[in-house]
């Protein structure tokens, strides 16, 4: 069975950090790029940010460079978000998902086969 269980998310005033965790079973973590898909009430889902598990290839959304880490554990299949510098328009859903590639073909939503159940991130101004 497939599983993505994010922890990690909660409640934080701006300019404060969260780590987010993404623990992956049940698929060959090697052949996937992991990552994070954020959705914000009444907007659509946004790549935030990828890794790959095979080459550490990463992407980051224009809207978190610089502010916004990845990271993974190939040995424990887990991949992380750390976030700081949080800003209220970072509130969202955030979704670990397993994209059905290698490396090399972005962060979209579109590309996502697996998704985890979503952990809220609430950033207060």
């Known amino acids: 069975e497939v599983q993505l269980v994010e922890s990690g998310g909660g409640l934080v005033q701006a300019g404060g950090s969260l780590r987010l965790s993404c623990a992956a079973s049940g698929f060959t973590f090697d052949d996937y790029t992991i990552g994070w898909i954020r959705q914000a009430p009444g907007k659509e889902r946004e790549g935030v940010s990828c890794?790959?598990?095979?080459?550490?290839?990463?992407y980051y959304a224009d809207s978190v460079k610089g502010r916004f880490t990845i990271s993974s554990d190939n040995a424990k299949n887990t991949v992380y978000l750390q976030m700081n510098s949080l800003k209220p328009e970072d509130t969202a859903v955030y979704y670990c998902?397993?994209?059905?590639?290698?490396?090399?073909?972005?962060?979209?939503?579109?590309?996502?086969?697996?998704w985890g159940q979503g952990t809220q991130v609430t950033v207060s101004s």
């Open positions: 998902a397993a994209l059905g590639f290698r490396s090399g073909y972005g962060c979209y939503a579109s590309l996502s086969d697996y």
């Open positions: 890794i790959s598990s095979s080459d550490g290839l990463t």
